[in-house]
């Protein structure tokens, strides 16, 4: 059974930071993948992605120049630094399979997520 497992979430202080993994099944390992997170309160929304071959990586405003995206086979990593409170959120790992690098909607496969809390 296909599926991807987050994991590295804990609490932060702002400022500090912290090293998300996903690892999905290993047929996911020539596919194309994203990190997203979801706020309390609020929609998922894009955070990172990543191509199946490491060579190309994609950011959401709210990320560039913190978070870095990198990959080795089957696991991929989210790299958090200089962590803010509005960076508090559940943090998915996902597949795509649409054309759309930011949309929810060209991603399939989610696993639980990784809860970040980041107090001031």
């Known amino acids: 059974q296909e599926q991807v497992v987050e994991s590295g979430g804990g609490l932060v202080q702002a400022g500090g930071s912290l090293r998300l993994s996903c690892e999905a099944s290993?047929?996911?390992?020539?596919?194309?993948m994203g990190w997203f997170r979801q706020p309390p309160g609020k929609e998922r929304e894009f955070v990172a992605a990543?191509?199946?071959?490491?060579?190309g990586t994609y950011y959401a405003d709210s990320g560039k120049g913190r978070f870095t995206i990198s990959r080795d086979k089957n696991m991929v990593y989210l790299q958090m630094n200089s962590l803010i409170p509005k960076d508090a959120a559940i943090y998915y790992c996902?597949?795509?399979?649409?054309?759309?690098?930011?949309?929810?909607?060209?991603?399939?496969?989610w696993g639980e997520g990784t809860q970040v809390t980041v107090f001031a």
């Open positions: 290993t047929i996911f390992s020539t596919s194309n």
């Open positions: 990543i191509s199946w071959t490491g060579d």
């Open positions: 996902s597949v795509k399979y649409g054309s759309n690098w930011s949309s929810v909607c060209s991603y399939h496969y």
